[in-house]
């Protein structure tokens, strides 16, 4: 497996809406990002994910762009976001931009001229069909509610948008539309980027004819959708590496809704020269249940080890795996795969251990670090995100028990993870001095940044030691990985073999004592990091606290 920095590197995910805001309007921007970068240095990440960033109506929070050459006026100035590059450069941390190009804004210049007439040179930029019978040209439902195809006026023709009607989908089957996307990058690229997330990557081929779809709703099913690892998407991406990609030292991850292992090797397969990882969803859609997202299942620990190990194998030596347990359309993992009272710091430096320890490159998200948690807004109004506004007003037309949409959306909300950076105890954490644009964690006084930096035994210092431990231990990066066999439906056991090196990680993921049942390994396993004070440093001790985890080398 060839080394890598960005397979050696940790990624930190940053939301810019809500991370720092400097000039009190509510909206976190990018010299509140440069103000931060210290803060982030101290932690130990390398490389940092911002979300879009560039102009757009926010009809959802910047996925929606107009222009993909200009900042966001809430944001900053492209100056702010050249300054930010070098002073992340000056510090020896890379930057990934989100790439958006499955779609685009309703109010990006080229729908305007599209939507003019149909004798616009840029008609064919977008996906435009006539309807049938008096009827929308196909079944296709859009991700965030309610069909897929918006008629119109103009023309009375329907265009295609799988997110809101605002975020129309580029038609990739047009050469012109892939020239300008390419040179677009290229244009990032030289302003000294350091690579690209690539949003809703394997949705951009479409099956010809857009044929009507089997089943529009489940999840499970996804992968069967016409508009899912289209058929040209890999010729799509092969080529969009030749003309772009292939001329820099720099790092992509495409995001993958809908995907096997199998999938994941022809997009991120060492040979395929098309991206360096994926993210894959397998892992956060294992507590929905069999209405999808909004229906809430759970999830068990065996089908989590599952999802990972299946994974960690199936890729070993042949791709490369990205690691994330939340992002910004996810709930706080804490909250989700963790406990988010009682054991709050134990569970958090939990996940801290899993993350860090497997093979892929680990994505935090912000907050993460110090054990930020899910919100419960009383109120639909105190939500802003359009997918759970879409949600709610869709279950109440529905006539669907108000408590329980609550309920559904307190727990799946993806402004769970979009509520303001806590700071400190301050008023609103110290994100704004101004009234911020989507409302505070009540909890903010207890859980903050600041906090976090004055206790030794923080979350925060947990992480930062992780990531050192993963750091000086090409073991942890490139080992193979074997789960290992343990009756008990609590805990997680799996070794990372490099060589000579071995590490063995244990996680009690439940809130009792657990025993492990481990016969082997040996007896000199020798202790060296985990979330409890423990006596025993040479050989294991298999009495397993509520949310421990330690690892030991072997
Ligand atoms: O998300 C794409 C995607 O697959 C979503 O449907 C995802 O499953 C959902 O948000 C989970 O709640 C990407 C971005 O990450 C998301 O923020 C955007 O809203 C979306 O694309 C449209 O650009
Ligand atoms: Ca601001």
Redesign the pocket.
Known sequence: MKRRWWKEGVVYQIYPRSFYDTNGDGIGDLRGIIKKLDYLKELGITIIWL?PVYKSPND??G??ISDYQNIMDEFGTLDDLQNLISELHKRGLKLIMDL?V??TSDEHLWFIRSRSSKQSPFRDYYIWRSGKNGRKPNNWKS??GGSAWEKDKATDEYYLHL?TKK?PDLNWENPEVRDKVYKMMKWWLDKGIDGFRM??INMISKEAGLPDTDECDSRKTLRTRPFINGPRVHEFLQEMNTKVLAGYDIMTVG?C?GVTTEDAMKYAGEDRHELDMIFQ?ELVELDFGPEG?WDIGQWKLPDFKNVISRWQKALHGKAWNSNYLM????PRALSRFGHDGKYRRESAKLLATLLLTLEGTPYIYQGEEVGMTNIAFDSINDYRD??TLNFYQEAVGNSMDKKRVMEAIHY?S?DNSRTPMQWDSSENAGFTKGNPWIKVNPNYKQINISEALKDPDSIFYYYKRMIELRKHNPCLVYGDYTLLKDEDENIYVYLRTYGKERFLVILNFSDNISFLKLTEPGSHAEFIIGNYEVSVKTGIDKKMRPYEARVYRL
């Open positions: 979300n959802d929070n996925y929606d958006v499955n779609h991700f965030f997110f975020q949003d809703c995001e809704a969803f997202k992002n910004h359309d996810q359009v997918a799946r993806r």
